[in-house]
């Protein structure tokens, strides 16, 4: 049975990975498993007779004997589900992409791969909209009326990004919409880590075949969980990232050409913006940075 790696070292690999999918290295290859268990032994091995922890330190002009070698260069156990992370999907070799959200969608099936499933879900709210946006916004996780309507932002939040897409020029249906967890937390909690790194490999796929422009990520848990990394609203917003979605294999000759990833912005999600509306004009902010980005212009209203 493959070991579950420690998550800090499960980030920490996924991002070396991403570093070489990024340099268009794909194909990787485990040692066989050691006939002395293959524990990590990286500067350091399990000393046989006393069962202590000691140090190889090699004398100068010492060769290191096969026994050594063996100790100290020991396989690192690793997660099958990292390598799985970055083979081929099966819809990248769809060019339709209607039918390569069907796919995802089909894959996703009746999912229980975390608690949301079991605590008071009515449905999966998959994502909506336009599969070939130029334009992607990315929220936390859907309310009660999302799990009631199977739709993402229908609600009042819903209602706010509205606006605030029509007031870049744009209709809601010309965009792309999702959320890191495609089911409810109970009471509109704030989704754990661990079900939104369960649940965002789905909504990676999604990116990679709707193929936006930009994405802007409402809220910090969105902008956490794109980027990987942990910092502050404040921190986030005020500029581009450059963004490929994780454990995707893109830029591959099988794949799109075209398509290499895109720019992602960050700014408040409109439910926070119900809750403190002095904030909508930083939020403009943001949204005139990616109106710029697309060639966008405001309605005559808006200026
Ligand atoms: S939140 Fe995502 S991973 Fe969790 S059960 Fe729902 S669809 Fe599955």
Known sequence: ???????????????????????????????????????????????EQSGSFAEHTLEPG???????????????????????????????????????????????????????????????????????????????????????????????????????????????????IANIVKCRPPGNRTPEREECETCSPFLMRQIAVVKPKVVVALGAVAAKTLLAMSASMMQLRGRFYEFRPTGIRINDRSNDPHWDGCKLAVTYHPAFLLRDPRQKGEAWKDLQMVMKELGLKAPKSNT
């Open 1 to 47: 049975m493959p070991r579950t790696l420690d998550p800090e070292l499960r980030r920490a690999l996924a991002a070396r990975i991403r570093y070489y999918n990024e340099m268009g290295i794909y194909d990787f290859y485990r040692r066989p498993p050691s006939h002395s268990g293959g524990e990590v032994a990286a500067a350091g091995a399990v000393d």
């Open 62 to 176: 010492e060769e290191m004997s096969p026994r050594k070698a063996a100790a100290v260069v020991r396989p690192v156990p690793v997660d099958e589900n990292i390598f799985e992370a970055i083979a081929l999907k099966p819809e990248q070799s769809v060019s339709d992409p209607v039918k390569a959200l069907k796919i995802i969608r089909e894959d996703l099936g009746d999912c229980t791969r975390c608690v949301l499933h079991k605590q008071g879900r009515k449905q999966i709210v998959f994502g909506v909209g336009n599969p070939k946006a130029e334009l992607m916004f990315v929220g936390e996780g859907p309310g009660a009326d999302e799990d009631a309507q199977g739709e993402p932002f229908v609600g009042r939040a819903g209602q706010l990004l509205n606006n605030m897409i029509k007031a870049m020029g744009i209709e809601r249906e010309q965009v792309y």
